[in-house]
């Protein structure tokens, strides 16, 4: 029976019929989705996947974020109406399900007045029930890029860290959150991982940025400078701050505003994947609204770093984002995810660059696996041979053993890439192996068949090591492997533009 601590007095909620919950952020809709998410979603599913490998019921959501004065502005720029901007791009980060080949249950978006909006709305009065928002007139510096007033903490030689661009000075009467109530509790929390953050230096980083002092937060903004929102539900001159807004999609999405049976089976978050520029709002505002509803805490959060390009921050005006249709387009689901999987360290920035890619590519799945899987399959395929479900050879045993312990340890802790390394070493164990015994010298002799027998058997285990990781890939193994057809899975690129 699973415990899950979610008050300041240490109660403990129980159920025998828990779920496994993952989340990723939602997408901010004031551009177009960028390889950036596709890693955060790529992440996610696999772990989804895994857990469901497992045994266990797993919930997937994703989905967008659409109100705010970005987006509002952005839509501006592009001369449409806010909702007709954002029904446009929402639909492009949905689609990244297909051409990602995601496996997530459920997609939220922020304008859904069906699910989401009654969510927010009892969000706020229970917030307000627990004399947790007042009203005071501020005057502050916004961040437009953060959608967030910011401080000089957040801010160097007058430019927000993150955004590098000077904030707007802001003086209006605002709905504020009493976040520095609940400082000392969130701290504690995070210090005893009862929110556990991934990795470390990250959690490290939210702990000196409490010992700072919290203080409370603005959550509401004038109806009058920003009307694209949902509005206050007791004060129709007022808008929900974007953020208490979005934070709610994870509870949004399980039918919290009717108290409904997911909200009971999936809550709370097991994991959340989040990047490193909203670490704060995850992992202090947002625990800080869930003690204040009296709500489960997330149980972990994972944090990624940003994907550069060619050793650059991705911009418009650089001309280097990567567009993650256009990538799978050209070269497939499977050898992107690879790539982001494999090459991008799972929690610090990582660059890519078509030369590496190809590099990846050609060495890793064309030379490598794909290599490996036409080798086996199509002496197998002579000999009319079966994958059996053992091996006695000891020296197969061994490593296949090895291979699965540190499978399961580095994906249960986030370390993708190292359960790639993993796979890929067994796979140069099988190529060793078969250069060594050279199979296709012992055709008419019986002695093939221990070989192939264990290449068959170790193929098939890899087979399985990928489902989590290249679905699609893994399917076309396990189709090979009983039918006997040799098919070349990665065909080199040649060329790479």
Known sequence: ???????????????????????????????????GFALESIQADVLARYHRLLGKDVYFLTGTDEHGAKVARAAEE????????????????????????????????????????????????????????????????????????????????????????????????????????????????????????IPKSRKNEILNFIKQGLGDISFSRLRKNLKWGIPVPDDENQTIYVWSDALANYISALGYAKNGKKMKKYWPTDIHFIGKDILKFHCVIWPGMLLSLKLPLPKTIFVHGFITSGGQKMSKSLRNVIDPFELVKKYGTDAVRYFLLREIPPTEDGDFTYEKFKKRYNSDLAAGLGNLVARVITLAKKQKLKVKNGIQNQEFKKIIDVTWKKYRKDLNDFKFNEVLISIWNLISFCDKYIEKKRPWELLKSQKIKPILNNLLFTLSNIAQMLQPFLPETSGKIFKQIKEKEAETLFPKIKNVN
């Not at 699973?2 to 004031?30: A, P, Q, R």
Request: overall charge positive; hydrophobic content about 30%; some cysteine.
């Open 1 to 35: 029976m699973e415990k899950f601590y979610f008050s300041k007095k240490n109660k403990v909620l129980e159920s025998k019929t828990k779920g496994f919950y993952i989340t990723t952020s939602i997408v901010y809709t004031n551009t177009p989705p960028h390889i």
């Open 78 to 197: 592009e001369r449409k109406n806010p909702k007709e901007f954002v029904d446009e791009i929402s639909k492009k980060v949905r689609a990244l399900k297909e051409i990602l080949n995601l496996s997530n249950n459920d997609f939220i978006r922020t304008t859904d007045k069906r699910r989401h909006w009654p969510a927010v709305e009892k969000v706020w009065l229970k917030l307000k029930e627990n004399g947790d928002i007042y009203k005071k007139k501020y005057r502050g510096l916004y961040c437009l890029g953060c959608e967030a007033f910011i401080t000089k903490k957040d801010s160097r030689n007058g430019k927000c860290v993150i955004h590098q661009k000077k904030p707007e000075i802001i003086e209006e009467e605002n709905y504020f959150f009493r976040l520095s109530k609940y400082s000392k509790e969130i701290k504690k929390l995070i210090e005893k991982n009862k929110i556990k953050i």
